[in-house]
């Protein structure tokens, strides 16, 4: 699997929906990832740190696409306020057993995340969020 994630910080959806093409570039504040289904890994999260099933979720329409389409091509999402507000409300234990609960999910598809690199990413969204929030922005992904 090789797949470009940038989580990154946009003031609207159709500023966000503008990375479509080349992603968020420096005009957005962004973490960059890589290699991880994004779009499953958002659900996961939240289902993990404010309840729910993935069904559920899936069902309600997360995560939300803002541009582009979901198959063989580039795509822009929301992440859901419910997360958001699970990872800013989160402390940094929390976070850490979300994470590790996180890759023991991944590990049960067959897909490799190491623990240390969840924890990264999901502290280092959480921070993001943060700021985001300090700022009346949303956080959104870019997928390539």
């Known amino acids: 699997m090789s797949i470009i994630v940038k989580f990154f910080v946009a003031p609207d959806d159709t500023s966000a929906g503008l990375a479509l093409q080349t992603g968020p570039g420096r005009a957005f504040e962004s973490l960059s990832f890589g290699n991880f289904d994004p779009e499953e890994a958002v659900i996961e999260w939240e289902c993990l740190l404010a309840g729910g099933s993935f069904e559920e979720l ?12 979901d198959n063989d091509g580039c795509v822009v999402f929301a992440i859901s306020p419910r997360l958001s507000t699970a990872l800013v409300g989160a402390g940094p234990s929390r976070l850490r057993d979300v994470a590790a609960s996180w890759a023991q999910l991944r590990a049960e598809d067959g897909e490799v995340i190491d623990t240390e690199i969840a924890e990264a990413i999901v502290g280092e969204l959480a921070g993001l969020v ?3 929030r300090r700022h009346d922005q949303g956080v959104y992904c870019w997928v390539a």
């Open 130 to 132: 943060g700021s985001a």
């Open 58 to 69: 899936v069902d309600a329409g997360e995560p939300r696409i803002v541009a582009g389409q």
